[in-house]
């Protein structure tokens, strides 16, 4: 299964929106409403976000959201904060009933 | 309160099996719709996901990957370990536990990680 692919980086201003994109096919994102998306701050583990396309766990922002298109999922951020800089990892289900993580993309607030 | 945590050998050397153990507490791997997943990252990389073991012992693995993995569980002792066989230098990873979802019913994500653990291939 190879990796889903998403935009090395994007960059905003603190109080602007980004949007990160994450493209798969028709056997994982374009497939299934699981994707899910997590945030890495450099040195600690994955932090779950988003899950099935666009719900937030309890405890999460209602500044992040989800959604999808055929076969890319994004993620939006707005209200841009200083904590939100860190990693972010989309991730699928797949037609193999395994899963699959994007390529990552580093958000850098300006 | 869901916790996890690696454990396992911080140095390999090539073509060794590894075996890492994951060691949990806050939930019950007999519990329906539980699972437990392996990820691992190499410094500066993307996350990779290995494989995933779930309640009734169905397993998932990496479709690239999957002749050189196994994943077991011990329900009793709460613990589920990962072997990876003819490990390579680009292996070299931090390697992370995750607990599978689940609110109301169990979802495909993974919300409470371990800490992770290095685990450096080299001769």
């Known amino acids: 299964q190879s990796a889903l692919t998403q935009p090395a980086s994007v960059s905003g201003s603190p109080g602007q929106s980004i949007t990160i994109s994450c493209t798969g096919s028709?056997?994982?994102?374009?497939?299934?409403?699981?994707v899910s998306w997590y945030q890495q701050h450099p040195g600690r583990a994955p932090k779950l976000m988003i899950y099935d396309v666009r719900y937030r766990p309890s405890g999460v922002s209602n500044r992040f959201s989800g959604s999808k298109s055929g076969n890319t999922a994004s993620l939006t951020i707005s209200g841009l904060q200083a904590e939100d800089e860190a990693d972010y990892y989309c991730?699928?289900?797949?037609?193999?009933?395994?899963?699959?993580f994007g390529t990552g993309t580093k958000v850098t607030v300006l | 309160q869901i916790t996890l945590k690696e454990s396992g050998p911080t140095l390999v050397k090539p073509t060794q099996t590894l075996t890492l153990t994951c060691t949990f507490s806050g939930f019950s791997l007999s519990s329906s719709g539980v699972g437990v997943g392996w990820i691992r990252q190499p410094p500066g990389k993307a996350l990779d996901w290995l494989a995933v073991i779930y309640w009734d012992d169905d397993k998932r693995y990496n479709s690239f990957l999957n002749s050189r993995l196994t994943v077991t569980k011990d329900t009793p002792n709460n613990q589920v370990v990962l072997t990876m066989t003819n490990m390579d230098p680009v292996d070299t990873a931090t390697y992370y536990c995750?607990?599978?979802?689940?609110?109301?019913?169990?979802?495909?994500?993974?919300?409470?990680w371990g800490q992770g653990t290095m685990v450096t291939v080299s001769s």
């Open positions: 028709s056997n994982d994102v374009g497939g299934y409403n699981y």
């Open positions: 991730s699928s289900f797949t037609r193999n009933s395994s899963y699959v």
């Open positions: 995750a607990h599978r979802f689940c609110s109301g019913g169990c979802f495909d994500a993974f919300d409470i």
